[in-house]
């Protein structure tokens, strides 16, 4: 069965702190995003990957990088985390061509 | 830039009462279609999609949706709703096989029972 996990359900960070988020999955997938989902907003594409060591930006990246050592792994990373940051984040994955598997999400709210 | 519309950004329904929702998108090249649901604490997951062929297509749970490219839409229908389709549905648009989606801004169903 598909799986995209993140490290966290919840994270509460502090202004001004480097936040970590981390998603892995298990489907060999190329392909891999990191979203945030706001209400009336739908979902806005922070940044994308289509290989390891490779990054694209989305709609959204300022305030944001991403890693991608590995095929399975996709981390975002806020430099210094704003408190306009707090949202829901999402990560996904795909294969080219089909459809996109998403993650549980992490809450961030940052204070 | 191209762009995803969801007309309606609340429903509220009855049980049994039918449902269509619509969705718009501005881009004249290739696209593919999908419809994701997010029920009450869950992830997203695909409702349906379109990639090519009949445009009609039909999704789980007794949905389906039609693209119709003149009118650059994908509404989504289901002919009776039932209350554990409360939940909230994206449309979302994948432009030139890129594997990037453009999301809409997302419609919350809400079926009393």
């Known amino acids: 069965d598909v799986k995209v996990t993140q490290s966290s359900r919840y994270l509460v960070k502090r202004t001004g702190e480097k936040v970590f988020l981390e998603c892995v999955q298990d489907?060999?997938?190329?392909?891999m995003f990191w979203y945030r989902q706001d209400p009336g907003l739908g979902l806005r594409l922070i940044y994308f990957?289509?290989?390891?060591?490779?990054?694209e930006k989305g709609d959204i990246p300022e305030g944001y990088s991403v890693s991608r050592e590995k095929k399975e792994r996709f981390s975002l990373i806020l430099e210094s985390a704003s408190t306009n940051q707090t949202s829901m984040y999402l990560c996904?994955?795909?294969?080219?061509?089909?459809?996109?598997?998403f993650g549980p999400g992490t809450r961030l709210t940052v204070t | 830039a191209q762009s995803v519309s969801q007309h309606n950004h609340h429903v509220i329904l009855s049980e049994a009462a039918s449902l269509e929702l619509g969705c718009n998108y501005s881009?004249?090249?290739?696209?593919?279609l999908f419809w994701y649901v997010q029920y009450p604490g869950q992830h997203l997951q695909l409702l349906l999609k379109y990639f090519s062929g009949d445009p009609l297509v039909k999704g789980i749970k007794g949905f389906e949706a039609e693209f119709i490219k003149s009118k650059f839409s994908f509404n989504l229908r289901k002919p009776s709703v039932q209350w554990s389709d409360t939940a909230e549905y994206f449309c979302a648009v994948e432009a030139d096989n890129t594997g990037k989606l453009i999301f809409g801004q997302g419609t919350t169903l809400q079926v009393k029972p």
């Open positions: 990957s289509y290989d390891v060591k490779m990054k």
């Open positions: 996904a994955s795909t294969s080219r061509g089909y459809e996109q598997y």
């Open positions: 881009y004249g090249g290739t696209v593919n």
């Open positions: 489907m060999d997938h190329e392909n």
